[in-house]
């Protein structure tokens, strides 16, 4: 029985959404490099018992391994819902400028976070 999941991948953000804080207020050419928390999820019957939050932490720990072998600019989520939203905005994610629910979290300070604790 699986009782939750997440998946990362690599992908490369669109240059005519990449946030300008991420390069300085440049515009790369070329698609920057990204890792994506393309999937995670809770079977309902485990809901409510805080391993979504656990898999969030397990997958940003996952990123943040493979930042010091695979560089990319940031980790992106697409959120389906506004609750999404809200939970990743208060883990430090920022909304992609343009979009509805796309966010980002610089690798920067994906470092940064990890160095603090």
Known sequence: MIAGF?????TAIDVSLVPADLFDGAIPRYPPPTLTLAWLGVD???RGRGLGT???ARAL????????TV???AVIVDALTETNVSFYESQGFRRVPGTTNKLFLPAATLVAIAADR
């Open 71 to 73: 560089r990319f600019v």
């Open 61 to 68: 720990a996952d990123a943040l391994f493979a930042f010091k």
């Open 44 to 46: 309902a019957r485990f």
């Open 6 to 10: 997440y998946t990362l991948a690599n």
């Open 54 to 56: 656990q898999l969030f």
